[in-house]
């Protein structure tokens, strides 16, 4: 083998050691406390059964990414406080809602600020 392949080789090599060992889901260094909170309410609370640790979905719930397009804080706060009342309000959420056998729940705590949180985390991207 010529020493420029066994260069190549090895700079390859220590490329794919460092992708394997980088860790995986970490929260990025630079979130915001409120952020960092509301991840860990929303691991807490069960949600990652239904929509994935992080967040892409499952089979029993939605993909939660690009929320932000699609809600403002206030009216999601009102949503996981009783998601029931939204899913017969909104088309939307009906359609959704309907792809799914599971049904989504009230989040364990329903106090304003717990949610606000929560929404924070939700709102990120
Ligand atoms: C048992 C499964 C299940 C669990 C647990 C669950 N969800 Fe859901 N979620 C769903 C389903 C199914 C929908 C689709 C709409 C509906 O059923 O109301 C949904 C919809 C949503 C939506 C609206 C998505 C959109 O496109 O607008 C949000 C936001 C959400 N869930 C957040 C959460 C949070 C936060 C938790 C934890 C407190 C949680 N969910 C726990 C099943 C679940």
């Not at 020493?3 to 860790?23: D, K, M, N, R």
């Not at 409120?34 to 309410?41: E, L, T």
């Not at 949503?79 to 899913?87: G, M, Q």
Request: net charge neutral.
């Amino acid at each position: 083998m010529k020493a420029e392949t066994a260069i190549s080789c090895l700079v390859l090599l220590l490329g794919l050691a460092g992708l394997a060992c980088s860790p995986a889901a970490e929260p990025p260094a630079q979130e915001s406390e409120i952020v960092h909170q509301g991840r860990q309410i929303f691991q807490s609370d069960a949600c990652p059964t239904c929509h994935g640790r992080d967040r892409t979905g499952t089979n029993n719930g939605p993909s939660l990414q690009g929320l932000r397009s699609r809600w403002n804080e206030e009216d999601l706060i009102r949503f996981l406080r009783d998601p029931s009342v939204f899913k017969h309000a909104d088309p939307r959420l009906k359609q959704l809602a309907e792809r799914f056998k599971t049904t989504m729940p009230s989040p364990a705590r329903t106090d304003e600020a717990r949610l606000r949180t929560l929404a924070n985390y939700l709102l990120q991207d």
